[in-house]
């Protein structure tokens, strides 16, 4: 998937490797995100916990991708599919 957004590269970049700038915006008002792993670099993983108001959790996490992929701050990330997790 790929997404185009009307800002500058480096804003984007680091609303997904800083805890938090994503923290700012993960999740929904219904049940609001927080990252609770961020490793930003090839092979690092993430995760993020989403609160309902019932008090459900739900996890999701991944890994940003290596072999041979690059990190390149400020302009490119590559992050693999969210996997659901045991919260």
Not at 13 to 27: H, P
Not at 43 to 67: I, L, N, T
């Amino acid at each position: 998937m790929t997404r185009t957004f009307n800002a500058p590269p480096a804003r984007i970049f680091a609303c997904f490797t800083s805890k938090e700038e994503w923290n700012g915006w993960a999740g929904s008002r219904e049940a609001p995100g927080e990252i609770t792993l961020l490793e930003p670099r090839v092979g690092g993983r993430y995760r993020m916990v989403m609160r309902r108001p019932d008090g459900v959790e739900m996890a999701v996490g991944g890994v940003f991708p290596g072999a041979g992929r690059t990190v390149t701050p400020g302009l490119h990330l590559e992050m693999g599919a969210w996997r659901r997790q045991p919260p």
